[in-house]
Structure formats: structure tokens, C-alpha cells
């Protein structure tokens, strides 16, 4: 299994050697979201199309 360490390592190795530390750090938050997003959507953590409009519309 891997690690969080190397999964982080992986992300960061595959962005530009001139990349800054904000880039990098969007692009290590941005997995993250994805990794916790995909694992919502896995346990049925979801909602439909409907309710995120809803949502959207309140928030605004």
C-alpha cells in the first residue's frame, strides 16, 4: 500500500520544476478533494442534481 508520503511525492515530482509553492500546494489540495470526493460517491455520500441546485440557489 502506499503511503501518504509517496502519494504526496508522486503529485509533487509530476509538476513543473518551476512550480511554485502555491501551485504546488493547490495541486496536493486539489488531489485531495478528488481522493475524498470518489470516496463519498464509493460509501453513497451523494446527492442529487436537484438538491446541489437547491443549494446553490440558498448560498447565493
Same mark, same amino acid.
Given at each position: ?18 512550480? =511554485?509553492? %502555491? ?8 488531489? #485531495? *478533494?478528488?481522493? &475524498?470526493?470518489?470516496?463519498? =460517491?464509493? %460509501? ?8 446541489? #441546485? *437547491?443549494?446553490? &440557489?440558498?448560498?447565493?
Amino acid at each position: 500500500m502506499i503511503t501518504v508520503k509517496e502519494k504526496m511525492t508522486n503529485i509533487i515530482d509530476s509538476q513543473p520544476d518551476d512550480s =511554485s509553492y %502555491e501551485e504546488l500546494l493547490r495541486e496536493l489540495a486539489f488531489n #485531495r *478533494m478528488i481522493e &475524498r470526493g470518489l470516496k463519498d =460517491s464509493r %460509501e453513497g455520500r451523494i446527492i442529487s442534481n436537484e438538491e446541489m #441546485r *437547491m443549494r446553490i &440557489r440558498k448560498f447565493q
